[in-house]
């Protein structure tokens, strides 16, 4: 069965799925890639009541009193409020301050924020200003490329980004692409014309 819905994932077949929770479990996946891949099969099957559901169950699972840390909740969270924009509306602010708690993983955070970059432009805190502190205080190479990506989307900090790629010149990093994972390197992922 789990091989199965392995196929659905890698090939973008989310209808097949069916059952959100089946989805759901592959945010827990230690192949990252099938964590990226769960979370966009989520966005795909919450809609509505469910998707609300979901995000708060999401929310739960990244506090310590579930008992059940689920390291890809961000991207799930992340993924049905981009596909249900009215829902996500109430949670934006909570998914935006995720970025400061330092248990969560950031770089699904910051991955996420890029993914729902047309919705959190208006939030508190404001998500511009969380990007740009990330740009200027982190040392985790992945969440500085990633924060680089998303900062474009948001059209803001520029300075920061390139201040940010410039310090990390030459090194190498892989990051999720919305398809596969890639290899870019510093200062060079300024120069990328796509975005996740």
């Not at 077949?13 to 989805?23: D, G, H, N």
């Not at 049905?80 to 935006?96: A, S």
């Not at 201040?163 to 999720?176: F, M, P, R, S, T």
């Given at each position: 069965?789990?091989?199965?819905?392995?196929?659905?994932?890698?090939?973008?077949?989310?209808?097949?799925?069916?059952?959100?929770?089946?989805?759901?479990?592959?945010?827990?996946?230690?192949?990252?890639?099938?964590?990226?891949?769960?979370a966009?099969?989520?966005?795909?099957?919450?809609?509505?009541?469910?998707?609300?559901?979901?995000?708060?169950?999401?929310f739960?699972?990244l506090s310590?009193?579930?008992?059940?840390?689920?390291?890809?909740?961000?991207?799930?969270?992340?993924?049905?409020?981009r596909?249900?924009?009215?829902?996500?509306?109430?949670f934006?602010?909570?998914?935006?301050?995720?970025?400061?708690?330092?248990?969560?993983?950031?770089?699904?955070v910051?991955?996420?924020m890029?993914?729902v970059?047309?919705?959190?432009?208006?939030?508190?805190?404001?998500?511009?200003?969380?990007?740009?502190?990330?740009?200027?205080?982190?040392?985790?190479?992945?969440?500085?490329?990633?924060?680089?990506?998303?900062?474009?989307?948001?059209?803001?900090?520029?300075?920061?980004?390139?201040?940010?790629a410039?310090?990390?010149?030459?090194v190498?990093?892989?990051?999720?692409?919305?398809?596969?994972?890639?290899?870019v390197?510093?200062?060079?992922?300024?120069?990328?014309?796509?975005?996740?």
């Amino acid at each position: 069965m789990r091989d199965k819905l392995k196929k659905y994932l890698e090939n973008k077949e989310y209808w097949k799925i069916r059952k959100p929770s089946l989805a759901m479990l592959f945010l827990y996946d230690s192949d990252e890639f099938y964590r990226f891949r769960g979370a966009e099969a989520l966005g795909y099957l919450c809609k509505g009541k469910t998707a609300r559901n979901f995000i708060l169950r999401l929310f739960w699972h990244l506090s310590d009193e579930s008992g059940a840390y689920c390291i890809g909740a961000p991207l799930g969270i992340a993924e049905i409020g981009r596909t249900n924009p009215d829902v996500f509306e109430g949670f934006k602010n909570k998914f935006v301050s995720l970025i400061d708690d330092w248990e969560v993983e950031r770089k699904y955070v910051v991955y996420g924020m890029g993914r729902v970059s047309h919705l959190i432009g208006d939030t508190y805190p404001d998500s511009r200003k969380k990007i740009e502190e990330v740009l200027l205080n982190e040392s985790d190479c992945e969440v500085i490329a990633y924060s680089i990506l998303t900062a474009k989307k948001l059209n803001c900090c520029v300075n920061s980004c390139i201040e940010a790629a410039k310090k990390l010149e030459g090194v190498k990093v892989k990051i999720y692409n919305g398809e596969k994972f890639i290899e870019v390197i510093f200062p060079e992922i300024l120069n990328i014309s796509y975005v996740f």
